[in-house]
Every structure is written in structure tokens, then in C-alpha cells.
């Protein structure tokens, strides 16, 4: 916290106690998480650990087992109830889900559709904005990812980097306060990784979007955050500055992962 800012603003994003379980293997293990408005969290560790998990149940694709989380101290999914979870209403769920966005590592756009039609679909056929003014939108956030002259391509007609920064701008299209990439530069031809991740980095200079990046780029991963995260086993091992974990971890763990990439 700053010390010119004593009094504790509402967390983006906090998680308390969240597990996740597949058959016998705990993916997520009483995961405490609390995320500050316009933090960059960039999120490490071997694949398996659970990284991309922590993602999906933020982004509700996944049910955690137990736990609860709070967007901008609203309940998602469940709700405290002297000490029980009990689920909160699906159309109080979508309003505080409508506050995060998510981007894939496979782009998952929709192929029939162009790259405007992509980004506008959600805002028109989810929130109901009129179609003009959703397209007027929609060609600012291609300008934004340099695309506005593909906005009448379709997926196929374009690289795997022009479909991710699609993606990108889709995500945007809906206004989330929160961001979630998901190695979203691990499919790409490796000659079309920079221009996806220097659109993200583009996107956290110039605004206030809370992002938690998923990434194996460990240079994106300490240059663009202002908080690194390595995880192992479901559980948070290290929590620091980029500066720190990457340049001397405190965890002999999170020494030993980052040898073993380098
Ligand atoms: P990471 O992103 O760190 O690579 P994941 O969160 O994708 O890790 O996966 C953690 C573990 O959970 C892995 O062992 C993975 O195989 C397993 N897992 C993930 N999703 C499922 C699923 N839907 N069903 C069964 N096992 C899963």
C-alpha cells in the first residue's frame, strides 16, 4: 500500500481458501490470492502446477471445490453464509463476471465471423449495444492491436499473431476491469510472439486493467509486471517484485525452476 493511501481500497480480485480437484489430483490447494486494482501479477512455474486452472476459475469455466472469491468485493459464485457456501444468483454471477475478460492460447475466435464481428458480437449480443456504435468501438480496439485494416478478414485469412491481437481486442470490447491471458503467445510461430506481447504491453502503459498473465516469456513476464507470482503444486510458492523473484528469489524452489528454464 502507498503511504500517501492509508485507507485499504476493495481488492480487484481476492480468493480465500480455493481449491480445485481433478479425480485424485489437487490442482489448486487452498489457494489465498489477493490482487490490488491495476496490479500486473505475471504468473510462473512448471506446467501441471495449476496456473492455468487459477485462471479458468477466476474466469468461472471451472467450479473451485472449495473457497470463495470476490471481484471488487462482490461474491463470484458463492457467497459466505455463517461460514457455508451458499451459490449466489446466476444474474448477480453474470453482473460481477461481466468485470473480467479472458484471452486463450488458441485465440478461440469465431471463424465464420471477421475480425469486427468478432469483436463486436459479445457487446452486441451480450450487453445489447447498438450495432453502430459497437462497430465504432470495435474499429477503435483493431486500431489499437494495429489490425483496422483486417477488420473484414476472417480468422483463417490471418497469421496466428493477427488473430491473438484480435482476441485481444475482443476481450476489450466487453470494458473488463480484469484481464486473464492464458499463454496466449504459446501457439504462435515464435517470429510473431513480440507483436502480441508488445500489444499487451502497449495495453498496460496505457491503462488502468488489472491483468494476471499466465506466461512461460519469463523476460515478458518480469518486464511487464508490477507483481510475479511462482506457483507449484496448486499452491503460491513465491509472491514478490518481478525484480525480486526473478533476480533473487527468496524460495530455493523458485531458484531451481528458473535455473532449469534459463
Ligand atoms: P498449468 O497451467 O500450470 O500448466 P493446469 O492448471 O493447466 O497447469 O493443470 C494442472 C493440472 O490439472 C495438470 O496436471 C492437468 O493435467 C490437470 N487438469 C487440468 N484441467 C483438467 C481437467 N479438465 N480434467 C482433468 N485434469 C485436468
Known amino acids: 500500500m502507498q503511504p500517501d493511501n492509508p485507507s485499504p481500497a476493495v481488492p ?8 480445485k480437484h481433478f479425480g485424485e489430483l489437487t490442482v489448486l490447494d487452498n489457494l489465498d490470492l489477493d490482487v490490488e ?20 476459475v477466476v474466469m468461472t469455466l471451472e467450479q473451485a471445490d472449495t473457497g470463495i472469491i470476490e471481484v471488487f468485493g462482490r461474491p463470484l459464485g458463492w ?10 444468483d446466476a444474474k448477480a454471477n453474470r453482473a460481477v463476471r461481466a468485470d473480467i475478460g479472458m484471452v486463450f492460447q488458441q485465440f478461440n475466435l469465431f471463424p ?10 459479445a457487446p452486441v449480443h451480450v450487453k445489447g449495444e447498438a450495432r453502430a456504435s459497437a462497430r465504432e ?9 494495429g489490425l483496422a485494416d483486417k477488420a473484414d478478414h476472417y480468422p483463417r485469412q490471418l497469421s496466428g499473431g493477427q488473430q491473438q491481437r484480435v482476441a485481444i481486442a475482443r476481450a476489450l470490447a466487453m470494458q473488463p476491469r480484469i ?3 492464458d499463454e496466449v503467445t504459446s501457439a504462435l510461430d515464435p517470429e510473431r510472439v513480440d507483436e502480441v506481447l508488445d500489444v499487451i504491453g502497449a495495453l498496460a502503459e496505457s ?14 513476464a518480469r518486464d511487464v509486471a508490477t507483481r510475479t ?30 535455473k532449469s528454464i534459463l
Open 12 to 19: 480487484a480480485l481476492r480468493l480465500r481458501g480455493v481449491s
Open 37 to 56: 486494482a491495476g496490479e500486473r501479477i505475471s504468473i510462473i512455474g512448471r506446467s501441471g502446477s495449476g496456473k492455468t486452472t487459477l485462471l479458468r
Open 79 to 88: 457467497r459466505l453464509e455463517g461460514g457455508r457456501r451458499v451459490a449466489i
Open 112 to 121: 465464420h465471423m471477421t475480425a469486427i464481428e468478432n469483436v463486436i458480437e
Open 137 to 145: 468501438r470495435g474499429m477503435a480496439l483493431l486500431q489499437q492491436v
Open 179 to 181: 484481464l486473464l491471458f
Open 207 to 220: 491503462n488502468e486493467i488489472t491483468m494476471l498473465i499466465v506466461t512461460h516469456e519469463m523476460r515478458f
Open 229 to 258: 507470482i511462482f506457483m507449484e503444486n496448486g499452491l503460491v510458492v513465491e509472491d514478490d517484485k518481478p525484480s525480486i523473484v526473478f533476480g533473487n528469489p527468496r524460495m530455493p524452489r523458485t531458484q531451481s525452476f528458473l
